[in-house]
């Protein structure tokens, strides 16, 4: 979309009564998580949902709450790591017959993986890579430039081939035979293998998600200067993080790239405790300040990239007593 072009503008709104809404669901919350939100609505509201994995896995954390949702409950579910959709997949990776045995070493990190994308997961680390190449081998009709890295649709589609092991899209149209899906699973779990050597090491003990998955912040405009002074300046932090694409922990990444650097993710994190403001939690990118010498410039980074939440007052006295610095502005004289 060309968003300095009048042809991309809005056609119209849609009446206020004709938005799609709910009014105290009787599940006392709401969830959206990037999923569609609503089915059948005559009005375009985006083009690229969610698959729903991060919001089921929201529910399903709320719907199991036995006591009422706490702001300590609350920021833990921010910190949710799981993998939704490896659930779905696994299975058929660690059933195919591969013939190395290093390969065969790898697959059983995958049958004693929990589905967790923490930082020390060797299975997170192992399962990305494989997914990696099972995209690419499978999509190799679609030009990588049309494929849009880190959606989960693609891993959905994926899901969904794994119950047709004939299916035209396994062959491999860079070769002369058909391949079909386990030939393209084995062939994807030994490129992955070489790449989790390359990338960390040759022992899975060595292996961490953590590792390849970092959190670098880039500057918008002088963060790719080419000027290593500039950009050391500007750009700050280098965080291993947990979470991924389709995570409720979203820090996602470009799959067609050779690490998984977090290309995006949240700008802040916020808890508000309605009955107590004071309660509430905030947690920052990066920091406060815009200035690249001042202290609150990159202060939150290392807090966010933990799951850490900070305190959030709201009150004139909560204020005050949180106060460690006071600024005064005043008038010309």
């Known amino acids: 979309m060309l968003g300095w072009d009048p042809a991309y503008g809005w056609d119209g709104t849609i009446p206020f009564e004709e938005l799609p809404f709910s009014f105290n669901p009787p599940e006392g919350f709401v969830v959206a998580a990037n999923q569609q939100i609503i089915a059948n609505y005559p009005v375009p509201l985006g083009s690229e949902y969610s698959r729903g994995w991060r919001s089921q896995e929201i529910l399903d954390i709320l719907n199991d709450q036995s006591d009422p949702l706490s702001v300590d409950a609350t920021a833990e579910i921010f910190a949710d790591s799981t993998v939704r959709f490896a659930e779905l997949i696994v299975p058929y990776l660690t059933r195919v ?89 084995a062939r994807a779990l030994g490129h992955a293998r070489r790449d989790a050597t390359v990338l960390r090491s040759l022992d899975p003990k060595g292996w961490r998600w953590g590792h390849t998955h970092r959190l670098r912040p880039r500057h918008q ?21 947990g979470g991924g694409s389709a995570v409720v922990q979203a820090w996602a990444f470009d799959d067609r790239a050779w690490g998984f650097e977090v290309t995006h993710g949240p700008a802040m994190k916020m808890v508000v405790d309605l009955d107590d403001l004071d309660n509430s939690r905030w947690i920052n990118l990066t920091g406060q300040s815009g200035h690249a010498f001042h202290p609150n410039y990159a202060d939150q980074l290392t807090a966010i990239a933990r799951n850490e939440l900070w305190a959030w007052p709201f009150s004139r006295s909560g204020v005050e007593e949180a106060t460690r610095q006071r600024l005064v502005l005043l008038p010309g004289r």
């Open 97 to 185: 017959e591969t013939e190395e045995d290093w390969v065969r070493e790898a697959q059983r990190v995958l049958q004693e993986w929990d589905g967790q994308s923490d930082p020390d997961s060797a299975g997170a680390f192992y399962f990305h890579l494989v997914m990696r190449h099972v995209v690419q081998l499978t999509f190799d009709e679609i030009p990588a430039d049309v494929r849009t890295g880190t959606s989960d649709r693609w891993y959905a589609v994926v899901a969904d081939l794994l119950r047709e092991p004939n299916n035209p899209w396994w062959d491999d149209q860079a070769t002369t035979v058909v391949e079909d899906r386990d030939t393209i699973l």
């Open 221 to 241: 405009t002088l963060g790719r200067s080419g000027i290593g002074p500039v950009e050391a300046l500007f750009n700050r932090g280098d965080e291993p993080v």
